[in-house]
């Protein structure tokens, strides 16, 4: 089997195809968080704790760096991140958790009890006719 074929048949499978749809989804998603962190959720934050600019938090630590432009160390830049990660993971935690509770709602689901077997259909024609024969 060639190269071509063998990536051809991996790149079809459905798991690849469920990644890859998965990885656009979450691209697109990180940044719908990322803008309700920027633009909805911090100026209001910022604004109770004072006009806060979170973004522009940072400490001087040099004039100059090899650049020439002043080494900043950007804890601001941070906490904006850091908002952004437990927001995109609560959102995955509660879509997980919906997932397993339908999954566990179509496992509770209660299965149609088997068809009785040739034999006990038999043993039970048996009982029926010795119950009539009393």
């Known amino acids: 089997m060639s190269i071509v074929h063998e990536f051809k048949a991996f790149a079809m499978r459905g798991n690849v195809?469920?990644?890859?749809v998965g990885?656009?989804?979450?691209?697109?998603?990180?940044?719908?968080?990322?803008s309700f962190v920027n633009d909805v959720l911090m100026p209001?934050?910022?604004?109770?704790m004072g006009n806060v600019d979170f973004t522009g938090l940072a400490v001087q630590l040099a004039e100059?760096?090899?650049?020439?432009?002043?080494?900043?160390?950007?804890?601001g830049a941070f906490i904006q991140t850091t908002v952004d990660f437990v927001i995109v993971?609560?959102?995955?935690?509660?879509?997980?958790?919906?997932?397993?509770s339908l999954q566990?709602?179509?496992?509770?689901?209660?299965?149609?009890?088997?068809?009785?077997?040739?034999?006990?259909k038999l043993l039970g024609e048996i009982r029926d006719l010795l119950k009539s024969e009393r």
């Open 17 to 20: 195809m469920d990644m890859a």
């Open 23 to 34: 990885i656009i989804i979450g691209g697109a998603f990180g940044k719908i968080v990322s």
């Open 44 to 48: 209001p934050l910022g604004l109770v």
């Open 64 to 75: 100059k760096g090899a650049d020439g432009k002043p080494v900043l160390w950007k804890y």
């Open 89 to 100: 993971a609560f959102a995955i935690f509660i879509m997980i958790k919906w997932m397993n």
């Open 104 to 120: 566990k709602k179509e496992e509770e689901a209660p299965a149609a009890p088997p068809e009785p077997s040739a034999e006990e």
